[in-house]
């Protein structure tokens, strides 16, 4: 089993930066993408980026490619998701999901952590 915690949101001002984290643990080694979804009140949850810990591939969502980045630490335990430049309309729950390899499903998600961006 793998367990996603996730931490770092909170509330900033537009054109200010946050780090969110996703710390994995458990049997870490089957995980084969790790990706940040969003949601935000009376809207769909929606695809931010995605991170393969196998090939180090990233890929990201129109609204946030240039402003976010994620990325993986060595011992694959844990993924960041640096937001940059952060616009009101980001605000949201943002949630780390993984899934293993095969599996087209995103199997495993964490509790969520609050984004909030003032105007």
């Known amino acids: 089993q793998v367990q996603l915690v996730e931490s770092g949101g909170g509330l900033v001002q537009a054109g200010e930066s946050l780090r969110l984290s996703c710390a994995a643990s458990g049997r870490t080694n089957s995980i084969y993408n790790v990706a940040w979804f969003r949601q935000a009140p009376g809207k769909e949850r929606e695809f931010v980026a995605v991170?393969?810990?196998?090939?180090?591939?990233?890929n990201y969502a129109a609204s946030v490619k240039g402003r976010f980045t994620i990325s993986g630490d060595n011992a694959k335990t844990t993924v960041y998701l640096q937001m940059n430049s952060l616009k009101p309309e980001d605000t949201a729950v943002y949630y780390c999901?993984?899934?293993?390899?095969?599996?087209?499903?995103?199997?495993?998600w964490g509790q969520g952590t609050q984004v909030t961006v003032s105007s």
């Open positions: 991170h393969n810990l196998s090939g180090n591939i990233t």
């Open positions: 999901a993984a899934r293993r390899a095969g599996n087209p499903k995103y199997e495993v």
